[in-house]
């Protein structure tokens, strides 16, 4: 079959893809092999593939495949995430375009709908992985809120709050008004806007005078219940126990001192406003003031506000004209500019509103204090953390670690398994009916606790909690979850998968899952959850910005596959992506890794072109040189391997694709083919041509975990292969015991000739005669028939003097001689000989540098010590030639 003269990703990705699928590589079943997993991070229903997830789920997909090639039950678990906030707001605005209204409908319709929902659109993000090549195993797609999953979070629920971790209580949240639900701490995305601080007077009651406290938030003033100085400030000390004045509605409020009050900020004076803001809700707590909430759900003003103007309207509104009937009024002192940090919703984006509102919470401090592995594991490595760095910034959040707000105001999602009676007492249940049996035993141990009579337990006399627990309350069950490990301890996934072995992620999300997997690993296996995390960076465009759609600087990934292929693409994004440093995305990485498709592609339909016959039907002089050729190429394919091995080990894998692509396209296109390459309409001998095709066989498979299709397509076309045969399912190469031959002195002399070449502006074609000065010529004998070769040298001698007549080459602290009957421009060498005396020069002050810092002799490797110290008496002895060069043309 005659090859393409173009490789076309498109012409065979889908083809490999559906070979894949059908041959079941993907699937795994325990058996008696070491296992290696990684359960994928669930993206949202809601979710289309954006540029993070194309290098997260590349990332995965090289560390899946290289585990599968190396022989282990490799097992990728697939799903999705149920995205309580943003599926709900999807089905609402579907709703809405229906001319449906969600307060219109009952719970079960609205998640008919949601459920409809889903199933035409929630799996949209895992055919898309498709695409990438994601050898995900698809039988074990799971979803969050598939029954098995659901069933876990409501044990785990159960658990909890029998155990005194999960706890109901009035406390202040973070409220979102466009989702009308509370988050979590880390829930809360902290944004630096620009604002305005006003300075508002507050009149005293009795008349005498009037304070001036500031504010960014003017529209709360009808909620103060108090103004507070510090004690110590003596500028106020004769107001504390004085009454002001609200302005507009006039309620009269106390002035209070304590030491909370910063005297520096502001005007020392502040409004206290307990329903609106964390701090002043404790300061309220200390001095038992009242909580007037004006805010509803939406974050309109409500009737305790008592101002009809401002009633009914949304906050930002309000503040923008109670500031101007402020300012009309003489209650405004000064506006000035200013820049403060505004807590937005990181699923709705809108302007969180601190609320007291009655929600559940887990207690952290005491889980974490029950499981100190969750912090010792990561410390210690035995979680080890990809980069290092990660492990400081998830101490601190373990160290001061706040009560997790479990419960959402939201119908989708998992509901919390609490019951209330008529008097508003609740018992924690899976069902109705194990609710009743608990409210009996409580009544039978307690009489006051509920006056329903024992005897008239009923279904429809006690209703579940109408809120859904968080969505993370459900992913972080993950690792378990997909495996069954709630509903069976002992079944035969969770003893053979779990611990998995990889975590691939972004390290915005190591509090909201990370960490929190970590704690249902130890909590609930007794055992971690994974064994390396591996933290992404964030994907920024080249001017720093992350990419987003708002900002119109991301491009659509798919559309990035279809006109370069899914090779280019993960080859670009793995380029750029050191583990935990953020990426620089250029779609000129991507033109390399086109490019790189095409490299390989041309290399392997020249070798496919070559005539082949017997080794007998060739001098002992090619035969030689061939023979060298591949032992040196062997050579360097081991080291290759040992040091692709080692950055795997390190998770350094952008710099493991770097050294694969240097192998491939200097290594062996660029020097190895042209070393052995015939004469044109030459044949090439059968051992060469085998020791080739070997090589390639080789370095599809070191490739194929990075760049999938096009290794697939060129490995089956190396060789006969049988049906069902893959390069997935090949043997990883492995590092061998190989004869080494160093050719470095050989490749710089043929470099530099070439440079000459161009320098001069001489033909290829025409060839001279060269001499070597050196006292190792057994680095360039054997080799002559290549420097004739590859440098077009017609006659190559050893020499033992300086060649006046002769063009000088250093090499390494060689002399090469160039006979060429050409005038020699004295004044153009020395410049030339000068610029590289300088570069040397301060190439060795660097080494010198280097070698006199006593903290890197000491911590570095002995090895990098003495690569150092080579270099420098390299250095020198190149400059001694390079100078004596010098001081022949003066």
């Keep these: 079959m005659e090859l393409a003269t173009k490789y076309t990703p498109q012409n065979i990705e889908d083809k490999w893809y559906s070979y894949w699928m059908k041959n079941r590589y993907f699937h795994s079943e325990p058996d008696n092999r070491e296992s290696f997993t990684i359960v994928i ?23 899946i495949r290289k585990a599968r090639m190396k022989g282990k039950n490799a097992c990728w678990v697939p799903g999705t995430d149920h995205a309580s906030i943003a599926t709900e707001a999807k089905v609402v605005q579907m709703l809405r375009e229906k001319g449906i209204k969600k307060a219109d409908l009952s719970r079960e319709d609205f998640l008919k709908y949601a459920w409809e929902w889903k199933e035409k659109y929630g799996g949209i993000i895992l055919k898309q992985l498709e695409k990438l090549g994601a050898s995900c195993d698809w039988e074990r797609t799971r979803f969050t809120m598939e029954p098995d999953l659901s069933e876990a979070v409501t044990e785990v629920f159960i658990d909890l709050h029998k155990k005194g971790m999960i706890y109901r209580g009035l406390r202040m949240v973070n409220w979102d008004p466009q989702g009308k639900t509370a988050l979590s701490d880390e829930e809360v995305i902290h944004k630096e806007v620009n604002s305005k601080l006003y300075y508002i007077n507050y009149k005293l009651a009795d008349g005498s005078g009037s304070v001036t406290i500031a504010t960014t938030r003017p529209e709360t003033i009808l909620a103060d219940t108090a103004v507070c100085v510090h004690p110590d400030d003596e500028r106020f000390k004769h107001l504390v126990g004085k009454k002001v004045l609200v302005p ?38 200390k001095h038992g003031l009242p909580v007037i909430d004006i805010l509803t759900e939406e974050g309109f003003l409500n009737e305790k506000a008592e101002d009809k103007h401002y009633i009914g309207k949304d906050r930002f509104a309000v503040r923008k004209q109670i500031a101007i ?28 509103e601190p609320r007291l509102s009655l929600q559940w919470f887990v207690d952290m401090k005491k889980f974490v204090a029950k499981n100190p592995q969750v912090l010792d594991a990561v410390m210690n490595d035995e979680i080890k953390f990809h980069p290092a760095k990660m492990k400081n910034t998830y101490k601190h959040w373990i160290d001061t670690i706040k009560d997790w707000c479990i419960s959402r105001q939201l119908w989708w999602g998992q509901r919390i398994p609490a019951w209330y009676d008529e008097q508003g007492n609740y018992v924690v249940a899976k069902t109705a009916e194990e609710a009743i049996i608990l409210f009996k035993e409580q009544s039978t141990v307690n009489s006051q606790r509920s006056t329903v009579v024992s005897g008239q337990w009923t ?76 933290y992404t960076g964030i994907v920024r465009d080249k001017q720093r910005r992350k990419m987003s ?98 950055k795997f080990a390190d998770y350094k894998l952008s710099e493991a694709l770097m050294a694969i692509y240097k192998l491939i396209w200097d290594d062996y296109c660029s020097w190895y083919l042209e070393m052995v390459k015939p004469g044109f309409q030459q044949p090439i001998n059968q051992t060469t041509y085998s020791n080739t095709i070997s090589f390639l066989d080789e370095l599809m498979r070191l490739l194929h975990p990075f760049m999938p299709f096009i290794t697939e397509e060129i490995w089956q076309q190396i060789s006969e292969r049988k049906e069902g045969e893959s390069v997935c399912m090949a043997a990883y190469p492995q590092n061998k015991q190989t004869k080494t031959v160093d ?28 001499g070597i000065k050196t006292t190792q010529q057994q680095a360039y004998s054997p080799y002559f028939f290549l420097i004739k070769k590859l440098a077009n040298v017609s006659d190559i001698s050893f020499v033992e003097t300086k060649q006046d007549s002769a063009i000088l080459l250093p090499v390494d602290t060689d002399e090469v001689y160039v006979y060429l009957q050409l005038e020699v421009d004295a004044d153009a060498e020395k410049e030339k000989l000068a610029k590289e005396i300088e570069y040397l020069s301060g190439f060795l002050k660097s080494v010198e540098a280097k070698l006199s810092n006593e903290k890197f002799v000491a911590n570095a490797k002995p090895e990098l010590v003495e690569k150092e110290r080579q270099k420098k008496a390299d250095a020198e002895a190149k400059m001694k030639v390079l100078e004596q060069s010098l001081a022949s043309l003066k």
Excluded at 271 to 282: C, G, L, S
Excluded at 549 to 566: C, E, F
Excluded at 754 to 759: E, V
Aim: net charge negative; hydrophobic share 40%; aromatic share 10%.
């Design 41 to 63: 991070p669930p993206p949202n229903v809601t979710g289309v593939l954006h540029m993070g997830h194309m290098l997260n789920n590349t990332i995965q997909d090289v560390l």
């Design 248 to 285: 507009f509605i006039n309620r009269e409020i106390p002035v209070i001192s304590d030491e909370y009050v910063a005297m520096d900020f502001g005007t020392g004076c502040l409004k206290v406003t307990p329903a609106h803001d964390v701090n002043d809700y404790e300061l309220g707590k």
């Design 325 to 352: 009937d402020l300012e009309e009024a003489g209650y405004i002192h000064k506006i000035e500019e200013y820049k403060n940090q505004v807590g937005t919703s990181e699923r709705t984006g809108a302007v969180i």
């Design 459 to 534: 279904v429809d006399r006690i209703r579940q909690d109408e809120d859904v627990v968080d969505t993370w309350f459900s992913s972080w069950l993950w690792p378990i979850s997909v495996f069954n490990g709630f509903k069976n301890k002992k079944n035969a996934d969770i003893n053979y998968y779990y611990p998995t072995n990889d975590l691939v992620t972004a390290p915005e999300i190591m509090f909201f899952w990370v960490a929190r997997m970590i704690m249902a690993g130890y909590e609930w296996m007794g055992q971690k959850p994974f064994s390396n995390v591996y």
């Design 549 to 646: 759609k708002s900002l119109g600087n991301s491009p659509d990934p798919l559309d990035l596959i279809a006109t370069n292929g899914a090779d280019a693409v993960r080859m670009g994004m793995l380029l750029c992506s050191p583990a935990g440093n953020d990426i620089l995305f250029d779609e000129a990485l991507i033109e390399q890794g086109r490019n790189f498709n095409n490299k390989i592609w041309n290399a392997f339909r020249l070798i496919k072109g070559w005539e082949v016959k017997p080794d007998n039907t060739f001098s002992a002089e090619v035969l030689q040189s061939n023979q060298l050729s591949a032992q040196w190429f062997a050579g360097r394919m081991n080291d290759a391997v040992r040091d692709i091995e080692e």
């Design 743 to 770: 050719m470095v002195r050989v490749f710089e002399c043929i470099a530099q000739i070439r440079n000459l070449r161009n320098s001069k502006g001489l033909s290829p074609k025409e060839a001279f005669a060269i």
